[in-house]
């Protein structure tokens, strides 16, 4: 289990080129959208690019709410705003969640447009939307790109190759977000980021993954664990949970040995499409 990630690694260029890129757009903008993903927020947060975003007004949004515990969204949005980090949690598959977040944003952006305000001068707020891969970035962007008032035309304006989209009259957004690299300096943190389907699963043995992730749940919340999977999970291993969850759904391959693979992609997909129910894998300590 100990090496299951070792094989995980970003390559230095890859990590320069993302940092350069994020850098030389964040001079185009006012306000920088963090989505992290509400069941993993500080672990989908990655250190290495908070240089670029000094003295931008930030929004972190905590999307899949659905999917994860309420009451550690709640307190996720308090850490954050004691932070000096407006944060809310959102389900951006839901009807509204475009206009929900265009309210946090002109929050954020309100000192900036007022300094313009006390010059005479109408600001237009620019945004682009960061964050680590699958924590929803373009389901975001489309949910605020689908509250574009229509009147501003919704035609992309071309700036050095950037598209923006209008989505108020005073609101443009970058369509393309900035993707940041998974920290994975920190084990514990890129487990989890395994887990909620952040990192590749074909860099890594999901069989070990699904494992290690049966074994958490059924320390944290057992009985999710017995209802779905009709199994016993008091005292059992990581693999041995996996071989009950391929038992538990029939899934046999030639002399009656279970399929580890299928229970693996099972349980790793059940998990992340919340059909365990809501869990979150942190909450602020
Ligand atoms: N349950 C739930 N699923 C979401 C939400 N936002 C995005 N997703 C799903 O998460 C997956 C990754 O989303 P995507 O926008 O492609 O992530 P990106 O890699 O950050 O651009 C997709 O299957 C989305 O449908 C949300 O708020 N709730
Ligand atoms: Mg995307």
Redesign the pocket.
């Known amino acids: 289990m100990e090496n299951c990630f070792l094989r995980i690694q970003w390559y230095p260029g890859h990590m320069a080129k993302a940092m350069r890129t994020i850098s030389e757009n964040a001079k185009l903008i006012d306000v920088v959208i963090e989505?992290v993903d509400a069941r993993a927020p500080q672990s989908c947060r990655n250190p290495s690019f908070e240089k670029a975003f000094r003295g931008k007004a930030r929004v972190l949004i905590l999307?899949?709410?659905?999917?994860a515990d309420e009451n550690a969204t709640k307190q996720w949005e308090n850490w954050f705003g004691a932070r000096g980090i407006p944060a809310a949690g959102?389900?951006?598959?839901m009807s509204g969640a475009g206009r929900e977040a265009i309210r946090l944003i002109e929050q954020a952006a309100k000192p900036a447009v007022q300094k313009y305000g006390d010059k005479g001068a109408a600001k237009t707020v620019r945004v682009m939307v960061t964050?680590i891969?699958?924590?929803?970035?373009?389901?975001?962007i489309n949910c605020l790109s689908g509250e574009r008032n229509a009147k501003t035309g919704a035609k992309p304006a071309v700036t050095r190759g950037i598209q923006w989209v209008g989505i108020t009259p005073r609101l443009e957004l970058m369509d393309t977000?900035g993707i940041l690299p998974p920290r994975l300096d920190d084990r514990a943190a890129a487990v989890r980021l395994a887990f909620i389907g952040s990192i590749r699963d074909d860099i890594m043995d999901i069989e070990e993954l699904a494992g290690e992730l049966l074994h958490y749940l059924s320390q944290t919340c057992p009985e999710k664990i017995s209802s779905r999977y009709k199994i016993d999970p008091e005292g059992k291993t990581g693999e041995e949970l996996l071989e009950g969850v391929g038992r538990a759904r029939g899934f046999l391959i030639a002399g009656g040995e279970i399929d580890l693979g299928r229970a693996a992609r099972t349980a790793l997909d059940e998990f992340r499409s919340?059909k365990l129910g809501r869990i979150s894998l942190e909450r602020p300590n």
């Open positions: 989505v999307n899949k709410k659905d999917l959102l389900n951006s598959l964050g891969p699958n924590v929803g970035k373009s389901t975001f977000p919340g």
